[in-house]
């Protein structure tokens, strides 16, 4: 299984970005799909997951800090998976991460601890 993340860089304030988690070897509808994100010093922390097949995405959670801001999409029949994050303040800094959790059908979970694989992540930067 190989996840591979996009679409990070250096934005301002209030700008967006997207990123995109490529999955290969893996059907992204018999799992959940979790972004997560680590700034410096401190700890990984769940940002947002999914579920779903075909072209319905039947679950969404997200980190209370992101609601409203971040939203979700993915292609299953294509394996990719997005991230969708506006209205970016300098608290989202950090390297952005997607994983998988295996055999996660209907819900999701944001504990990393769970999680079974993990891309390489993308750097993402917010300006002030």
């Known amino acids: 299984v190989q996840l591979v993340e996009s679409g990070g860089g250096l934005v301002q304030a209030g700008g967006s970005l997207t990123l995109t988690c490529a999955a290969s070897?893996?059907?992204?509808?018999?799992?959940?799909i979790g972004w997560f994100r680590q700034a410096p010093g401190k700890e990984r922390e769940g940002v947002s997951c999914?579920?779903?097949?075909?072209?319905?995405?039947?679950?969404?959670a997200f980190e209370d800090s992101v609601k409203g801001r971040f939203s979700v999409s993915a292609d299953f029949a294509k394996g990719t998976a997005r991230l969708h994050l506006n209205n970016l303040k300098s608290a989202d800094t950090g390297v952005y991460y997607c994983?998988?959790?295996?055999?996660?059908?209907?819900?999701?979970?944001?504990?990393?601890?769970?999680?079974?694989?993990w891309g390489q992540g993308t750097q993402v930067t917010v300006s002030s």
């Open positions: 994983a998988i959790e295996e055999r996660r059908i209907g819900n999701c979970d944001m504990d990393r601890k769970v999680y079974d694989y």
């Open positions: 070897g893996f059907d992204l509808e018999d799992g959940a």
């Open positions: 999914m579920s779903g097949a075909d072209t319905r995405i039947f679950y969404t």
